[in-house]
């Protein structure tokens, strides 16, 4: 792919000025004669864009739904890349918009259809969307209920995986969306965890992750990758550099975080320390494999007992929070005590270790897996010894409990990593303001100087869209009656529904009393966590009677037609109670005002923003949610509706 610019270059000129003339001509001349639709939203946004790119600023880029966003940035980011001779880097908020961005219809095709040129963009996924070998062999030797199913797959894998054979040429495999069949429990006997060492792995350079890296790595234009993806990359780049690794993504133009309202949760999930009993136990004990002194034996022994006996009480001194997978841990002194007398342990066996090394007894790659592990555990543990306590949180994975400790400096992390580079960074999304301020965001995240805009959607909701909402004293409906309303909604539009939970636990909830009334008898039913979600996505839209149940979509669900002509909003989605958020509200001088109705409002205006997808788009929201009562929230709820949308009174039949 040569890096051609699509238009004549001229090096005495400023290219972001040349770029900006090229855009134009594509929004007034190319894109019209091909027969494409351009909006004046799209070319107020382009301008709004040149901007960022030229001063290597962030900018906010609030563009409601069908303004075309995309295609504007996309413009933008390509030709920087261009110039730069490094790629720009797409982040979306999960995996299920990189398919859509990359799939044969999507933005990036069309304009490569529309433009004649090539594009060069790549999917660099997160490495849990990847079959791993060894747990495949793991899983078809526990023979059970699923071993034919993972036979099946062991089977398909193509035949250098087995054989010391050369590769032609790359050759993608092993990605969770090749088994859309298999639902989420089992591919977590599959997928690639953060317990899996592939540095050790004998078999690395013939795993579909690796090759799939090698490749996105050479994009010339873009890398689409996920938010949570370029935190992994942000968050270990100076430890792989340390390492002699690569970091996950290679020097780049620019970024765009699609749907970047979503930025900063993803910035939680990776700028965290996890720690396991089982994973430290399988680690340390790698020291007991050799010819070791005694007093080192010893000491790893003590160590073992020291951290099943603290895991066993940060269990019983932990407990669940409702709509939330993260158990609140009750901190007590006795923790604490339990905590430093690890550490003390831990100590000694670094102590022991700088005498074992000098010896050449144990092997020098083991040694230092068990050092960086130890000091990563020293580390996260030392943080409770700090005025300014971290944010910590218990979970249970498939490995037993997990620590889980996040520092309260990711705002600084970001701050320094991501934000203080002369780089050009778009924040692109229908809801980055709250009240028409960006601040909310801003301040999450850490970022001092920024650009921002608004442009509204083009699309006439007053005409297309109907929104239902229980009346101020009947806000409170129980449970059966939201089942019985449910039932009359999926009547009236014959399914035709998305319904949205803020949680797994509803979801659950739901599904099991849908089953038990025999609702899921009259539609067909697709609810998140039974299959891969862009096969459910497809198979919504496909199937166009059918009713999708989700959790993760209230961004990104891009579903135009019929197949979408309902929304109902199970619950109004305020944050929950879990120790994120409550440090959070810790810092805030008014918690529900500043932190709790913000983010409701502005993922409520996402899952309102799934409904109209297109001009010709018509349905109907409905809005359940028990603080609707309260009249200051239901006021805060209207005001964020599209203007000139119809508001009616929800009456149970």
């Not at 980011?77 to 995996?95: L, Q, V």
């Not at 009480?313 to 409702?322: C, E, P, R």
């Not at 000694?348 to 555990?377: A, C, N, P, R």
């Not at 299959?531 to 166009?544: G, K, P, T, V, Y």
């Amino acid at each position: 792919m040569s890096n051609h610019y699509p238009f004549e270059f001229d090096p005495k000129l400023p290219f972001i000025q040349q770029a900006s003339d090229w855009i134009a001509d594509v929004f007034y001349e190319q894109l019209p004669e091909a027969g494409f639709e351009v909006r004046d939203e799209q070319i107020y946004m382009a301008f709004q864009l040149e901007r960022a790119y030229a001063e290597k600023q962030t900018i906010f880029a609030e563009a409601g739904v069908g303004t075309g966003k995309t295609l504007a940035y996309l413009l933008y980011a390509i030709s920087y890349a261009r110039y730069t001779r490094k790629p720009a880097i797409i982040a979306c908020a999960d995996e299920s918009l990189i398919e859509q961005l990359v799939k044969p219809e999507g933005d990036i095709a069309k304009l490569a259809r529309y433009l004649e040129f090539t594009i060069d963009a790549r999917l660099g996924k997160s490495p849990d969307q990847y079959l791993c070998l060894n747990k495949l062999d793991d899983a078809r030797a526990a023979f059970d209920e699923d071993a034919e199913a993972f036979d099946e797959i062991f089977r398909g894998l193509p035949s250098f995986v087995h054989k010391p054979e050369t590769m032609q040429s790359f050759q993608p495999y092993g990605n969770r969306k090749d088994y859309p069949s298999l639902n989420d429990e089992q591919w977590s006997k599959l997928g690639w965890d953060v317990f899996q060492d592939c540095l050790v792995c004998d078999r690395r350079h013939r795993c579909g992750q690796t090759l799939s890296r090698d490749h996105y790595r050479k994009a010339a234009d873009l890398i689409i990758c996920s938010h949570d993806f370029y935190m992994e990359h942000v968050w270990t780049y100076e430890a792989r550099k340390r390492e002699g690794q690569l970091p996950l993504l290679p020097q780049h133009s620019s970024v765009v975080f699609d749907e970047g309202h979503l930025l900063e949760t993803a910035a939680q999930k990776a700028l965290t320390y996890k720690l396991n009993h089982a994973v430290f136990e399988g680690i340390i004990t790698r020291l007991l494999q050799d010819e070791i002194r005694e007093s080192l034996a010893l000491a790893v022994e003590d160590a073992i007992v020291q951290s099943e006996h603290l895991f066993a009480l940060i269990a019983s001194h932990s407990k669940a929070v409702t709509a939330s997978s993260r158990k609140e841990v009750l901190w007590s002194p006795e923790l604490v005590r339990e905590v430093n007398r690890l550490q003390d342990m831990l100590a000694s066996i670094e102590e022991e270790l700088v005498f074992e090394s000098g010896l050449f007894t144990i092997d020098d790659y083991q040694l230092k897996i068990v050092e960086e592990h130890i000091e990563m555990i020293q580390f996260a543990l030392s943080l409770f010894k700090r005025e300014e306590k971290p944010i910590s949180w218990a979970s249970e994975e498939k490995d037993g409990l997990t620590l889980v400790i996040m520092p309260r400096w990711v705002k600084e992390v970001l701050k320094e990593q991501v934000f203080s580079k002369k780089m050009p960074i778009v924040f692109s999304s229908a809801t980055l303001s709250v009240g028409g301020e960006f601040n909310y965001i801003q301040d999450s995240l850490g970022i001092e100087q920024s650009l921002s805009f608004s442009v509204p959607s083009p699309y006439e909701y007053g005409e297309q869209m109907q929104v239902l909402m229980p009346g101020e004293s009947a806000a409170q409906l129980s449970w059966a009656d939201k089942m019985k309303a449910a039932g009359n909604l999926l009547e009236r539009k014959g399914g035709r529904t998305l319904f949205l939970f803020p949680s797994m636990e509803e979801l659950e909830r739901f599904r099991k009393e849908a089953d038990e009334s025999g609702l899921t008898e009259s539609y067909r039913f697709l609810f998140e966590g039974s299959a891969e979600i862009s096969h459910l996505i497809a198979e919504f839209q496909r199937d166009e009677t059918s009713v999708l149940c989700a959790v993760t979509l209230w961004e990104g669900l891009d579903i135009p037609g019929p197949s979408l002509s309902q929304v109902i909003l199970w619950s109004l989605p305020f944050p929950p109670n879990d120790p994120v958020f409550e440090a959070r509200r810790g810092d805030s001088a008014n918690p529900f005002a500043e932190i709790d109705m913000p983010y409701m409002l502005l993922r409520l205006r996402q899952g309102i923003g799934r409904l109209i997808r297109a001009r010709d788009d018509r349905g109907t929201v409905v809005i359940f949610g028990t603080e609707l009562h309260d009249n200051a929230v239901r006021n805060q709820v209207l005001n964020v509706l599209p203007e000139g949308v119809s508001v009616e009174t929800l009456t149970q039949k």
